[in-house]
């Protein structure tokens, strides 16, 4: 492909919109790539990461999170189309460790149920969120069955991160290579995305990536990127703002690039049909259009319609990243916004309507001010009220407990106050603050967690028997996952 155009050309507007939404919401920098009519247009933004200010370019690796997805649905459609697969071979037949609470469930779950998000469970603890990056994918898939259903098996949408990370591991054991191995002979080398790539070895690879930021205090603080296999094809694919063009133009036109049929074109269109039915909702914005009038979640690609106009689409985030893409397959428009910071999760949703909105000739609209009202931002949070305890009456509530798939909860005292740590999280490390009640909330001591937080109060509560603490329950996505003592008395 040759080089994109710059993005005033398509329309001198966009270029300082975009800027004025990412300095709204904190974003150090980010990558805009657009198609129109098979045109390809970028801009560049900000520096790559505040403690190191080089710029960033169309060539800067941006982790794309769980936009991830669709590079999965597409890997598998070329081994569909190929005959080596079907979308209903059992998840079984490729990642026989993949096991959920009901046996027969398991048996019958399919890479088409994986990759449309419809297994029936809730996007639970460890599991959903992610294990420490050392772990394999298999210890999530091995501890699946701890998780109840929420709702019965392909009866609702409900979004489960390890669903499309198994996908990933039967992608790569079905040719056996390896997922990323395989995910670039299909998808990455034939479209020349010689910037992207995914897994444990990507900080090798692309030297030229962007970091990860929160923002604490009102301004964007750099955190360390995360590197893993664990998740990889849930999230964890690095795109430059460059290949994300030529990605684009893969879906646009059906598989076509630069005349190679990449994937056959109605092997990739079916990564785009409904599959699981949704629901416009606040809650799942960066998915689904809020003023959508239909959704349904197809296979890595969430779709709905924006103002009357067919849309396929999906968002991405991970503790210091943020990203969008939006196709409008009968416009011929494509969008693909990456930024390096979490920011309030908005800028490139904004950003990326915004754009989009230009091009079909609708009426001007503060996007930003707009995805903002439908989730307002909470007041800032006033110190608890905390209740003061002894370090003797800590001791009743330190103790090690266990969930048996998150693994160990340890609870110990120290120096007079009540500290935490979840083993097998990622750098998840807090005090605990008496707040009466057998209640405590959770004051992080890691930036990751810190800016994850900021705007939430979040609080561990214990159940005591005679005098002691027998069961820690902890919020969030861990809510209703309770973690037992084992130590004993």
């Not at 990412?22 to 980010?30: E, K, L, S």
């Not at 969120?129 to 898939?141: N, Q």
């Given at each position: 492909?040759?080089?994109?155009?710059?993005?005033?050309?398509?329309?001198?507007?966009?270029?300082?919109?975009?800027?004025?939404?990412?300095?709204?919401?904190?974003?150090?920098?980010?990558?805009?790539?657009?198609?129109?009519?098979?045109?390809?247009?970028?801009?560049?933004?900000?520096?790559?990461?505040?403690?190191?200010?080089?710029?960033?370019?169309?060539d800067?690796?941006?982790?794309?999170?769980?936009c991830?997805?669709?590079?999965?649905?597409?890997?598998?459609?070329?081994?569909?189309?190929?005959?080596?697969?079907?979308?209903?071979?059992?998840?079984?037949r490729?990642?026989?460790?993949f096991?959920?609470?009901?046996?027969?469930?398991?048996?019958?779950?399919?890479?088409?149920?994986?990759?449309?998000n419809?297994?029936?469970?809730?996007?639970?603890?460890?599991?959903?969120?992610?294990?420490?990056?050392?772990?394999?994918?298999?210890?999530?898939?091995e501890?699946?069955?701890?998780?109840?259903?929420?709702?019965?098996?392909r009866?609702?949408?409900?979004?489960?991160?390890?669903?499309?990370?198994?996908?990933?591991?039967?992608?790569?054991?079905?040719?056996?290579?390896?997922?990323v191995?395989?995910?670039?002979?299909?998808?990455?080398?034939?479209?020349?995305?010689?910037?992207?790539?995914?897994?444990?070895?990507?900080?090798?690879?692309?030297?030229?990536?962007?970091?990860?930021?929160?923002?604490?205090?009102?301004?964007?603080v750099?955190?360390?990127?995360?590197?893993?296999d664990?998740?990889?094809?849930?999230?964890?694919?690095?795109?430059s703002?460059?290949?994300?063009?030529?990605w684009?133009?893969?879906?646009?036109?059906?598989?076509?690039?630069?005349?190679?049929?990449?994937?056959p074109?109605?092997?990739?269109?079916?990564?785009?049909r409904?599959?699981?039915?949704?629901?416009?909702?606040?809650?799942?914005?960066?998915?689904?259009?809020?003023?959508?009038?239909?959704?349904?979640?197809?296979?890595?690609?969430?779709?709905?319609?924006?103002?009357?106009?067919?849309l396929?689409?999906?968002?991405g985030?991970?503790?210091?990243?943020?990203?969008?893409?939006?196709?409008?397959?009968?416009?011929?428009?494509?969008?693909?916004?990456?930024?390096?910071?979490?920011?309030?999760?908005?800028?490139?949703?904004?950003?990326?309507?915004?754009?989009?909105?230009?091009?079909?000739?609708?009426?001007?609209?503060?996007?930003?001010?707009?995805?903002?009202?439908?989730?307002?931002?909470?007041p800032?949070?006033?110190?608890?009220?905390?209740?003061?305890?002894?370090?003797d009456?800590?001791?009743?509530?330190?103790?090690?407990?266990?969930?048996?798939?998150?693994?160990?909860l340890?609870v110990?005292?120290?120096?007079?106050?009540?500290?935490?740590?979840?083993?097998?999280?990622?750098?998840?490390?807090?005090?605990?603050?008496?707040?009466?009640?057998?209640?405590?909330?959770?004051?992080?001591?890691?930036?990751?967690?810190?800016?994850?937080?900021?705007?939430?109060?979040?609080?561990?509560?214990?159940?005591?028997?005679?005098?002691?603490?027998?069961?820690?329950?902890?919020?969030?996505p861990?809510?209703?996952?309770?973690?037992?003592?084992?130590?004993?008395?």
């Amino acid at each position: 492909m040759n080089s994109p155009a710059p993005l005033d050309q398509l329309d001198p507007r966009l270029q300082p919109l975009c800027a004025s939404i990412f300095g709204a919401t904190q974003i150090p920098g980010a990558s805009v790539a657009v198609v129109v009519d098979d045109k390809a247009y970028h801009a560049a933004y900000g520096v790559r990461s505040v403690d190191r200010p080089e710029p960033v370019t169309p060539d800067t690796g941006f982790n794309i999170g769980s936009c991830s997805k669709a590079f999965v649905s597409a890997t598998l459609a070329s081994l569909v189309a190929e005959g080596l697969c079907a979308w209903d071979d059992p998840i079984s037949r490729w990642v026989p460790e993949f096991q959920l609470h009901d046996p027969q469930i398991t048996a019958m779950a399919t890479l088409r149920d994986l990759s449309a998000n419809r297994l029936g469970l809730p996007g639970a603890g460890l599991t959903e969120s992610g294990f420490d990056p050392s772990y394999p994918p298999e210890h999530t898939f091995e501890r699946l069955r701890h998780t109840p259903p929420a709702f019965p098996f392909r009866s609702h949408f409900g979004y489960v991160n390890a669903g499309h990370a198994a996908n990933a591991v039967a992608a790569g054991r079905i040719t056996g290579k390896g997922v990323v191995a395989t995910l670039r002979e299909r998808i990455l080398a034939p479209l020349g995305m010689r910037g992207s790539s995914a897994g444990s070895g990507t900080a090798s690879e692309l030297p030229e990536r962007a970091g990860w930021h929160v923002v604490l205090d009102g301004r964007a603080v750099a955190i360390d990127e995360v590197f893993t296999d664990q998740y990889t094809g849930s999230g964890g694919v690095v795109v430059s703002g460059r290949d994300a063009l030529q990605w684009l133009r893969l879906h646009l036109n059906g598989g076509l690039v630069d005349g190679v049929q990449v994937i056959p074109r109605e092997a990739l269109l079916e990564t785009h049909r409904p599959q699981t039915v949704a629901g416009p909702a606040k809650g799942a914005m960066s998915l689904f259009y809020p003023g959508a009038h239909v959704a349904a979640y197809a296979l890595g690609w969430a779709v709905s319609d924006f103002e009357g106009h067919p849309l396929v689409m999906h968002s991405g985030s991970d503790l210091g990243i943020q990203a969008q893409t939006l196709l409008l397959p009968q416009a011929g428009i494509g969008v693909a916004v990456y930024a390096n910071s979490i920011g309030g999760g908005m800028g490139a949703l904004a950003a990326a309507f915004a754009i989009a909105a230009s091009q079909l000739g609708l009426a001007p609209r503060d996007w930003l001010a707009y995805l903002q009202s439908l989730r307002p931002k909470a007041p800032p949070l006033a110190p608890p009220a905390l209740v003061p305890l002894s370090a003797d009456a800590l001791v009743a509530y330190a103790g090690s407990y266990e969930h048996p798939a998150d693994g160990p909860l340890d609870v110990r005292v120290s120096e007079g106050r009540l500290t935490a740590v979840l083993r097998k999280a990622y750098r998840m490390h807090f005090d605990l603050l008496p707040l009466g009640e057998h209640r405590f909330a959770m004051q992080f001591s890691t930036p990751e967690w810190r800016g994850v937080a900021a705007d939430e109060r979040l609080e561990v509560s214990f159940s005591l028997e005679a005098g002691r603490a027998v069961r820690a329950d902890m919020p969030g996505p861990f809510h209703g996952r309770p973690f037992l003592r084992v130590d004993a008395p």
